[in-house]
């Protein structure tokens, strides 16, 4: 992410510690999990819970790399491709 963001963005953001890292930073909870395979069991990471999922919310995640600009485009295509979004303005 620190280098697409660089990249399309001209944002220099701070390369992710590891995937829980940058789940953190993502630009809305609804898409903020992360599944692994620890053994036989899945691990679960959401730092934002799963509601917004479940209940088709999308709510911004405001920290110092993600703008109104980049939330509002993720949006904005969404609505184009889903129906029956609960959408949280920033």
């Known amino acids: 992410m620190h280098i697409w963001k660089k990249e399309l963005f ?3 953001v701070e390369q992710y510690l590891n995937s829980e890292d940058a789940i953190n930073y ?3 909870t609804i898409h903020a999990i992360g599944i692994t395979k620890d053994s036989d069991d899945l691990k679960i990471y ?3 819970g ?3 999922i479940y209940n088709r919310t999308i709510r911004p995640i ?3 790399y993600n703008t109104e600009k980049m939330y509002v485009k993720k949006v904005n295509s969404w609505k184009k491709r889903f129906d029956n ?3 949280i303005e920033w």
């Open 10 to 12: 001209n944002m220099n």
């Open 26 to 28: 993502w630009i809305a």
């Open 46 to 48: 959401a730092p934002y």
């Open 50 to 52: 799963l509601s917004d």
């Open 62 to 64: 405001k920290h110092k």
């Open 85 to 87: 979004l609960n959408i």
